[in-house]
């Protein structure tokens, strides 16, 4: 009996995902069976850009528990720590089947809220993740503090969510800047012993609205990076600027989205609200998977979505740019 993957990308905040029905042992045994190739073949093959999918990564899942399952793997294959933006998307995938509003998604240990939210009238799907709990660096460090192997006198809040992030509070944008933290913090570099994804954090005109972007390790310059968006989130409530359960506007070149801290005791926790965009879905039979050979898809694209989520992205644009944000790439 032939089996065929479904297929949905999505994205949010512009970061978009491929969201693959099946748990990965599962997807991998059938990959074999059918001579398909490997599941890290098959990962990097649906997010190559140069193909008929592309992304940032895949998210398996696993959706027959009553709490969910998803693991993430980044396009070249590695498995990691969910990221934010597919928690979105995968949780929208689960809502839509189930008509339901909220839906609990593990992931490891951790288990994610996601939320339909409601009111779209501008056609934008949106809703809300909780996302892991976010901690310190330290216990006994500032909120922010100068490390001098990373820069002389700008000081940096240093988190773990849960991958480590470096945060700098600006008062302007300078993209080279930005890479240039970023080479710095590099695993091999002299700033931080494992390496850090670096965030510039600029107030924009409005005390609840900020512009974020991050230089993740590994990827570059990013559109929208979730860790990053909750560091920030973390240390602009930190250093006075509003109180945890504001719900900041946090503006990224990938498009806007929503965030308040969620405070319990010691802990902090960060939910982000954002489009859940889906793009197209579609079958993949996976004894067509030869290996080193093309992915071919019969998609069924979401235009209306798509178009939605122009218009929204068009917005941020302006508005960015109406604040001096200059960005050279995206």
């Not at 998307?89 to 939210?117: F, H, K, N, Y």
């Not at 480590?164 to 300078?174: A, F, K, R, S, T």
Request: aromatic letters at 4%; hydrophobic letters at 40%.
């Amino acid at each position: 009996m032939e089996q065929h993957f479904t297929i949905t990308k999505g994205h949010g905040c512009g970061e978009d995902v491929v969201v693959v029905d099946g748990a990965p042992g599962a997807v991998a045994d059938t990959l074999k069976s059918d001579a398909g190739g490997g599941l890290e073949d098959l990962v990097r093959r649906l997010c190559d850009r140069n193909g008929p999918v592309g992304g940032q990564g895949v998210v398996f899942l696993d959706q027959r528990p009553t709490e969910p399952e998803v693991w993430w793997f980044d396009r070249d294959g590695r498995p990691g720590p969910a990221d934010g933006h597919g928690l979105r998307v995968a949780g929208r995938v689960v809502l839509d089947r189930r008509g339901a509003d909220e839906v609990v998604l593990t992931s490891g240990l951790d288990r994610c809220a996601v939320r339909r939210l409601p009111g779209h009238a501008d056609g934008v799907t949106r809703v809300a993740v909780d996302l892991p709990t976010v901690r310190s660096a330290s216990t006994t460090s500032p909120a922010v503090q100068i490390l001098p192997a990373f820069h002389p006198h700008r000081p940096v809040g240093l988190l773990s969510v849960p991958t480590p992030q470096l945060v700098c509070v600006v008062g302007g944008y300078d993209e080279d800047e930005l890479v240039a933290a970023g080479r710095r913090a590099a695993p091999d570099g002299p700033a931080v012993a494992s390496g850090a994804d670096v965030s510039f954090l600029m107030p924009l005109s409005a005390a609840d609205e900020v512009f974020v972007r991050t230089y993740a390790q590994g990827e570059g310059l990013t559109r929208a990076h979730a860790a990053g968006m909750a560091a920030c989130r973390v240390v602009y409530s930190q250093l006075g600027a509003v109180e945890p359960d504001a719900s900041v506007l946090l503006r990224c070149v990938g498009g806007p989205a929503r965030a308040a801290v969620r405070v319990a005791g010691k802990q902090r926790a960060v939910s982000l609200e954002g489009n859940a965009t889906l793009m197209f879905s579609a079958e993949l039979d996976p004894a067509a998977l030869v290996p080193g050979g093309p992915v071919l898809l019969d998609v069924l694209p979401h235009v209306e979505e798509i178009m939605a989520f122009a218009a929204l992205s068009e917005a941020n644009r302006q508005a960015l740019e109406a604040a001096g944000v200059r960005t050279g790439s995206s």
